[in-house]
Nanobody, 123 residues
Framework: VQLVESGGGLVQAGGSLRLSCVAS????????MGWFRQAPGQVRDFVAA????????LYAHSVTGRFTISRDNAKNTVYLQMNSLKPDDAAVYYC?????????????????WGQGTQDTVSS
């Protein structure tokens, strides 16, 4: 499956952004979807995931209560709504997918990746 992210940009601290990840080549209904982020010089970290079977979601502690992952299978799109953004949230955000996957929180749990979209949060 090919993934393309969009929606990144510059926002002030406290603001919001919504990222989108559009898939092509396969329907997403049987894919577990994840969002990761990578700041300069840092490893790629888990942000959120949505399980394919029941659309249950899992979040990193640092974003719980502020970020929401959702999916629209009819549009083959996954979203990440990010509210109350902090400067520490600035990173390149990546969408990831794995067919029939579990609640993956590690990069090795996914086998398809988008190119990333940059989010910048000014203080």
């Amino acid at each position: 499956v090919q993934l393309v992210e969009s929606g990144g940009g510059l926002v002030q601290a406290g603001g919001s952004l919504r990222l989108s990840c559009v898939a092509s080549g396969r329907t997403l209904s049987r894919y577990t979807m994840g969002w990761f982020r990578q700041a300069p010089g840092q490893v790629r970290d888990f942000v959120a995931a949505m399980f394919w079977r029941d659309s249950s979601s899992l979040y990193a502690h640092s974003v719980t209560g502020r970020f929401t992952i959702s999916r629209d299978n009819a549009k083959n799109t996954v979203y990440l709504q990010m509210n109350s953004l902090k400067p520490d949230d600035a990173a390149v955000y990546y969408c990831a997918a794995v067919p029939l996957g579990g609640h993956g929180t590690h990069v090795n749990d996914y086998d398809s990746w988008g190119q990333g979209t940059q989010d910048t949060v000014s203080s």
